[in-house]
Nanobody
Framework: VRLAESGGGLVQAGGSLKLSCAASGGTIGSYPMGWFRQAPGKGREFVAA????????WYAESVNDRFTISRNNAKNVMYLQMNNLKPADTAVYYC?????????????????????WGQGTQVTVSS
């Protein structure tokens, strides 16, 4: 499975962006998936995740109530709607997929628990 992010760009603080993660080479319909981000000079951090159906979602506290993760399994795509963006949200955003269901609560938050990764898309928020 190959993942490809799109939708990043430059936006002013308070603005919105919608990221997409398109899968190819296989179906992601049964995979839990997530978004992570890496700001300059920092490690990659968890942003949001969802289960295979999209019914269960989890968010980092820093983005809760501003970001919404969703998926369309029929189209083999996952999304991240980002509203009220802040300069602190500036980072490269990565999507990830995990072959197996989460068996431990903390797995969804750890990057080493995911099997497939995209190349990332840059999001820059100006003040």
């Amino acid at each position: 499975v190959r993942l490809a992010e799109s939708g990043g760009g430059l936006v002013q603080a308070g603005g919105s962006l919608k990221l997409s993660c398109a899968a190819s080479g296989g179906t992601i319909g049964s995979y839990p998936m997530g978004w992570f981000r890496q700001a300059p000079g920092k490690g990659r951090e968890f942003v949001a995740a969802l289960d295979w159906s999209g019914d269960a979602t989890w968010y980092a506290e820093s983005v809760n109530d501003r970001f919404t993760i969703s998926r369309n399994n029929a189209k083999n795509v996952m999304y991240l709607q980002m509203n009220n963006l802040k300069p602190a949200d500036t980072a490269v955003y990565y999507c990830a997929a995990r072959i197996k269901e989460y068996t431990d609560y903390n797995q969804r938050f750890r990057e080493n628990e995911y099997d497939f990764w995209g190349q990332g898309t840059q999001v820059t928020v100006s003040s």
